[in-house]
């Protein structure tokens, strides 16, 4: 905001003065010694003046008010400066800590976050899956039908997003620590450096400059859903600018448009509906339309279950597209069908004994999905992870799986609470990475924060 209309030197006479409150319309100026404002005059005071003294030759300084209100800029909240114009006080000046102008506030020119930079942040949780995984790809749900049972934790991937005045693109990931600079969207090209991020931008076409930054609670080919939740989270942030703001299916679709469609990676539909939706879940998947059934169970039954499932990180990370792709190409053929018919079937049984509460019931189930799923290709298991689940089961886990695609990430272990402090201390003892949960109702999050520009 330019100051100087609203400004004169101490040293200045009443008639110049009188012509500077006429240019500023606000009735009042602000006196100024060597930049430091020092005090006020209104028009109110200089005509009082010439009443009596009947002369224009007198400098401003002899009749200023020093004891005048402000507000330093530090102070000039919303609140303030409202409790302010509340009491009858008709303009208010801001000041920097050397007591320099920095803009004059009146009710009729509040402009609010004058001095605010909006933020927009997203985060989206990871999801464990129990049942069905490998029913969700279209290659066969669109003869078969699919089916899935999942739900979501309390670990996120975050997106942090701020518009900038210009139309250059920044963007961080924090997890693989790279950073991308652009000065324009044109500039974008799929060239091997975050082209996950740079294929859900492509699709969104953002007519605006921005600074992005995303970061996880989980590493990288964890077999917890991390490209989908960090498309959904980036997404969301994006979502947060839109006017006609996209629904809860619309940014799965999107999420699976950037990672299947443009970038060609293999994989199935589940991951993207169950970060965005959150919650327990189970999803058909049909030829003509994919639904997201939520799963209506009583608090003790969660709280129990929660209780009794632990993560286990095998330290390998795996590479989920050509597991799918090993799939896909064998999802059609018999053998791999009635496995696939098993899996579903397994999937529907757990939802039972999820709602009726016979958790054990479910644990032992989720050991059946886990051998099922091993029959779909034979890069989802290999000796080393086989021998982590066997010695789970050994200290008194009831069942557990392979989270994700398979061939490493995390095992999820089913355990009974009495039991439990047993398993983690056996698999702590073998030098295996532990982890509880806690399960996350919400899906992706959005929301909008300020901070000073």
């Not at 990288?220 to 809860?248: H, Q």
Request: charged share 30%.
């Amino acid at each position: 905001m330019k100051t100087n209309k609203y400004l004169v030197n101490k040293n200045e006479k009443l008639e110049s003065v009188l012509e500077q409150i006429d240019r500023n319309k606000i009735g009042a100026v602000f006196v100024e010694d060597k930049g430091v404002v020092i005090g006020v005059a209104t028009d109110g005071d200089i005509r009082r003046v010439l009443l009596k003294e009947k002369n224009l030759n007198f400098k401003i300084s002899k009749f200023i008010n020093k004891d005048f209100v402000f507000l330093y800029e530090e102070n000039a909240t919303k609140e303030n400066i409202l409790k302010l114009l509340d009491t009858r006080i008709r303009i208010i000046p801001i000041l920097n800590k050397k007591k320099k102008l920095i803009t004059v506030v009146s009710k009729k020119n509040i402009i609010w976050n004058e001095k605010e930079k909006v933020i927009s942040k997203a985060k989206s949780p990871v999801r464990i899956s129990f049942a069905g995984g490998g029913t969700d790809l279209t290659t066969y749900f669109y003869k078969e039908k699919g089916v899935v049972l999942n739900t979501t934790i309390n670990k996120f991937t975050h997106a942090i997003l701020e518009k900038r005045n210009d139309k250059k693109i920044s963007i961080l990931s924090n997890d693989l620590n790279i950073k991308l600079e652009f000065n324009q969207l044109s500039d974008i090209k799929l060239n091997g450096e975050l082209d996950l991020i740079k294929s859900v931008i492509e699709i969104l076409k953002p007519d605006f400059g921005f600074d992005l930054i995303t970061y996880s609670d989980v590493p990288p080919g964890s077999g917890l859903g991390g490209s989908a939740v960090l498309l959904s989270a980036i997404i969301g942030a994006f979502n947060n600018f839109k006017e006609n703001k996209f629904n809860d299916y619309e940014i799965a679709e999107l999420a699976f448009h950037a990672e299947r469609v443009v970038m060609n990676l293999s994989g199935g539909w589940q991951d993207q509906y169950a970060t965005v939706f959150g919650g327990f879940n189970y999803i058909e998947f049909k030829d003509n339309e994919n639904i997201v059934n939520p799963l209506r169970i009583s608090n003790d039954i969660k709280n129990e279950l929660e209780d009794s499932l632990i993560l286990c990180y095998t330290g390998v990370n795996h590479d989920s597209g050509k597991i799918h792709n090993d799939q896909k190409n064998k999802m059609n053929n018999l053998k791999q069908k009635k496995y696939a018919e098993i899996s579903k079937d397994i999937a529907h049984e757990m939802k039972s004994k999820l709602l009726k509460g016979q958790i054990d019931n479910f644990g032992q189930l989720l050991g059946k999905a886990w051998e099922i799923k091993k029959k779909f290709s034979s890069k989802i298991s290999n000796k080393f992870l086989d021998s982590i689940y066997d010695y789970g089961l050994k200290h008194g886990a009831l069942g557990g799986k392979l989270l994700g695609a398979g061939s490493g990430g995390y095992f999820l272990f089913y355990v009974p609470t009495y039991s439990k402090i047993k398993l983690m201390n056996a698999l702590a003892k073998k030098g295996l990475q532990i982890e509880t949960i806690t399960f996350d109702n919400n899906g992706l999050r959005r929301w909008i924060t300020k901070k000073k520009a």
